[in-house]
Nanobody, 115 residues
Framework: QVQLVESGGGLVQPGGSLRLSCAAS????????MAWYRQAPGKERELVAS???????NYADSVKGRFTMSRDNAENTVYLQMNSLKPEDTAVYYC?????????WGKGTLVTVSS
């Protein structure tokens, strides 16, 4: 059973930056797919960024050029660097790991962008 623990959320002003972390319980980053999703109040969960086992990344159009996903294999951790944050980025951010039919979620970390 893979466990994922997110951290790094908080309150930030528009235009600010945050870095989210997702620590995995096992050495899984080089296989399967890691991803960040977010869910804003009253909205469906949406994919923000993903990274394959070979470290190929994809981003939602709404965050391209502002968010960067990276990983540290030695630490079994993936990151989401979020720059130029906007109020519409306010959401609970979830880490996700998927390998074939297995799908794991963290509990989420809240990001609030407000002045």
């Amino acid at each position: 059973q893979v466990q994922l623990v997110e951290s790094g959320g908080g309150l930030v002003q528009p235009g600010g930056s945050l870095r989210l972390s997702c620590a995995a319980s096992d050495r899984i980053l080089s296989i399967g797919r890691m991803a960040w999703y977010r869910q804003a109040p009253g909205k469906e969960r949406e994919l923000v960024a993903s990274m394959t086992g070979t470290a190929s990344t994809n981003y939602a159009d709404s965050v391209k050029g502002r968010f960067t996903m990276s990983r540290d294999n030695a630490e079994n951790t993936v990151y989401l660097q979020m720059n130029s944050l906007k109020p519409e980025d306010t959401a609970v951010y979830y880490c996700n790991y998927r390998l074939f039919a297995s799908n794991y979620w963290g509990k989420g970390t809240l990001v609030t962008v407000s002045s």
